[in-house]
């Protein structure tokens, strides 16, 4: 792993309050991310991209970053980013969508159980969106989020980008309503940052959509049980939702101060 306080040309050479906020940060990510709910996990994501958007203002950052063409590779994973994080955002409204409509219509009807219909309804809703979280995983695997280079500068941001990558996944899995023990594939996100430990980021996190997968053991289940075990889901989906649109606004912000890099 990367020692970013033995400086290279990269940074200044007397430790700056910014770079240090950077590195405390992903530091913070290292260690506690898989201890740490999803929600709790977007929400350190976006306090270190507030401090990598103080860094990229610093003149000597952006001259650095505007050699070779490290920027270029930065403007590719930072435009992948946000349109992962887009495609998230609309995962979570989609099932925030359908678990809003099962539960007005359990109250509309007012029976002891659910309909078939209103089951059947929201279980079509749920495999469109498992389809869409399957299609989004898979592209994952198409990201490069390996630094090419010793410099620490740029070493640094792919780091961030690998958290960025990881907990993204996780936010997809916990959608999808499966165990993200059972879900845990044989690549790794985090490349060298993490190689001693591949594992998704909250793995053992407090929050736990499996019952959003409600069709599986919805025969017998009164009306009374259901509605609460969608209001459960409802108030995780709501906390991912904030979350999510906080880090699309920070992730819209690097990208671009990058671009601005680019432009002069």
Known sequence: M????????????????????????????????????????????????????????????????????????????????????????????????????????????????????????????????????????????????????????????KEAESHDLSVLKSVLILLSGENEKSSKTNWSLLSKFTAQNSRVYSESGAEDLSSLNIQKSTKNMDSKSMLKQLKSSEMIIQELEEGLEALFRSLVKTRVSLLNVLSH
């Open 2 to 157: 990367a020692n970013f306080h033995s400086r290279s040309n990269s940074f200044p050479s007397q430790s700056h309050p910014t770079i240090e906020s950077v590195e405390d940060h992903l530091c913070r990510l290292r260690v506690d991310s898989e201890s740490t709910s999803v929600c709790a996990n977007l929400a350190s994501l976006r306090n270190l991209h507030e401090g990598i958007d103080d860094l990229i203002q610093m003149p000597s950052i952006q001259q650095t970053l505007s050699q070779g063409n490290w920027i270029n590779e930065l403007l590719e994973g930072s435009l992948k980013l946000v349109d992962l994080c887009a495609i998230s955002r609309e995962i979570v409204s989609l099932t925030k969508e359908s678990v809003q409509d099962l539960e007005s219509s359990i109250r509309r009807n007012k029976a002891e159980t659910a309909t078939s219909a209103d089951v059947n309804a929201y279980v079509a809703s749920r495999k469109k969106i498992t389809k869409m979280v399957n299609k989004s995983i898979k592209n994952l695997k198409s990201f490069n989020n390996k630094s090419t280079t010793d410099n620490d500068l740029l070493t640094m941001l």
